[in-house]
Protein backbone atom coordinates (compact mmCIF):
# COMPACT_ATOMS: atom_id res chain seq x y z
CA UNK A 1 0.00 0.00 0.00
CA UNK A 2 1.40 3.19 -0.81
CA UNK A 3 1.52 6.54 1.72
CA UNK A 4 -0.01 9.60 0.67
CA UNK A 5 3.51 11.57 0.12
CA UNK A 6 4.26 8.87 -2.48
CA UNK A 7 0.59 9.30 -3.90
CA UNK A 8 0.86 13.16 -4.11
CA UNK A 9 4.30 13.33 -5.52
CA UNK A 10 4.50 14.00 -9.33
CA UNK A 11 5.97 11.63 -11.99
CA UNK A 12 9.25 12.25 -12.93
CA UNK A 13 10.25 11.57 -16.40
CA UNK A 14 13.85 11.89 -17.37
CA UNK A 15 14.73 15.04 -18.97
CA UNK A 16 15.50 14.23 -23.19
CA UNK A 17 19.19 13.93 -23.36
CA UNK A 18 20.04 17.24 -25.29
CA UNK A 19 21.62 16.75 -28.80
CA UNK A 20 25.33 17.02 -29.26
CA UNK A 21 27.31 20.10 -30.16
CA UNK A 22 28.71 20.47 -33.71
CA UNK A 23 32.56 19.88 -33.51
CA UNK A 24 34.38 23.55 -32.77
CA UNK A 25 31.73 25.07 -31.04
CA UNK A 26 31.29 25.58 -27.05
CA UNK A 27 28.24 26.79 -25.07
CA UNK A 28 28.46 30.11 -23.50
CA UNK A 29 28.98 28.23 -20.82
CA UNK A 30 31.79 26.10 -21.23
CA UNK A 31 33.22 29.02 -22.83
CA UNK A 32 33.24 30.69 -19.48
CA UNK A 33 34.41 28.17 -17.58
CA UNK A 34 37.40 27.62 -20.28
CA UNK A 35 38.40 31.14 -20.42
CA UNK A 36 37.35 31.31 -16.36
CA UNK A 37 35.24 34.44 -16.71
CA UNK A 38 31.79 35.27 -16.33
CA UNK A 39 29.36 34.04 -18.64
CA UNK A 40 28.18 38.15 -19.25
CA UNK A 41 31.49 38.91 -20.04
CA UNK A 42 31.85 36.63 -22.56
CA UNK A 43 28.26 37.88 -23.78
CA UNK A 44 30.34 41.48 -23.97
CA UNK A 45 33.33 39.86 -26.14
CA UNK A 46 30.47 38.53 -28.52
CA UNK A 47 28.85 41.75 -29.13
CA UNK A 48 32.26 43.10 -29.55
CA UNK A 49 32.98 41.07 -31.81
CA UNK A 50 36.34 39.47 -29.91
CA UNK A 51 34.40 36.36 -29.75
CA UNK A 52 32.53 34.35 -32.80
CA UNK A 53 29.41 33.14 -32.28
CA UNK A 54 26.43 31.73 -34.06
CA UNK A 55 22.88 31.00 -33.09
CA UNK A 56 21.93 27.42 -33.42
CA UNK A 57 18.26 27.45 -32.09
CA UNK A 58 17.84 29.32 -29.28
CA UNK A 59 21.46 28.70 -28.24
CA UNK A 60 24.38 30.87 -28.61
CA UNK A 61 27.72 28.66 -29.65
CA UNK A 62 31.18 29.88 -29.72
CA UNK A 63 33.57 28.09 -32.45
CA UNK A 64 36.84 26.86 -30.42
CA UNK A 65 39.17 29.23 -32.87
CA UNK A 66 37.93 32.52 -31.94
CA UNK A 67 38.33 31.02 -28.34
CA UNK A 68 41.71 30.04 -29.51
CA UNK A 69 42.58 33.39 -31.03
CA UNK A 70 41.21 35.36 -28.04
CA UNK A 71 43.65 33.59 -26.08
CA UNK A 72 46.57 33.92 -28.01
CA UNK A 73 46.02 38.04 -28.79
CA UNK A 74 45.32 38.25 -24.78
CA UNK A 75 48.70 36.67 -23.89
Given at each position: ?24 LV ?49
Amino acid sequence: MRTINQRDRPIRRPSPTPAPLPDGLVTIKEAAAFLRINRVTVERLIKNGALEGTHVGRKHLITRKSIDIYLALSS
